[in-house]
């Protein structure tokens, strides 16, 4: 009896895990397609009433899986579009709450509060994000994308000068890495707007 019983309740979690697994991934894909809805919708009508309408979308699509950082930096920038640049911040504040080393929201937020004319603000996300930089290089010194990326993020903090110098090491270093190859038209015709 045990036995049967154990196995009925094994049976029964196996397919309340499926049961949740298939909901999980509903909800991923919901998502997905909510932050395209919303995405087409900016895209096609930039007025006011379509903004909010993709806001909104947007939220639909966080509440359904709060771990994709696009969801948060689509909503962000739809804030941004109305001039609301603290509800812009508090967006990416919430995913960076939750999952707190982002660099790419991080140097998102560092430029909202440029857009916003807060440049002590941004300067200070912009230096955070170069130490955490630092450190994810001291630890893996081979890693190209990380290093370009603290290299253009030198463009706000150091200027043109130091991000091509910084650029042009990595170059010497990686000369056959095609994503400093990509990258090579960025870095020379960098325009700070």
């Not at 919303?38 to 909104?56: F, H």
């Not at 893996?140 to 150091?158: C, E, H, K, W, Y």
């Amino acid at each position: 009896k045990i036995l049967v019983y154990l196995i009925l309740l094994f049976s029964a979690s196996c397919k309340s895990q499926n049961n949740s697994s298939l909901k999980k991934s509903d909800n991923i894909l919901q998502a997905k397609l909510l932050n395209d809805k919303a995405l087409k919708l900016s895209v096609n009508n930039c007025d006011k009433n379509s903004i909010e309408k993709s806001i909104k979308l947007f939220e639909q699509a966080i509440k359904l899986d709060n771990t994709v950082p696009v969801f948060y930096s689509n909503e962000s920038e739809m804030y941004c579009n109305l001039r609301k640049y603290q509800d812009a911040i508090k967006v990416l504040n919430r995913f960076l709450y939750n999952f707190p080393s982002n660099p790419a929201l991080e140097t998102l937020k560092g430029h909202i509060f440029e857009r916003a004319g807060n440049m002590d603000s941004a300067m200070a996300s912009y230096l955070d994000i170069i130490k955490q930089y630092n450190l994810k290089i001291q630890n893996d010194p081979n890693n190209v994308s990380i290093q370009l990326n603290r290299a253009f993020l030198l463009f706000f903090t150091q200027g043109d000068s130091a991000a091509k110098k910084e650029f042009n090491r990595i170059s010497k270093k990686f000369p056959q890495d095609i994503r400093v190859g990509a990258m090579q038209e960025d870095f020379r015709s960098f325009g700070r707007k």
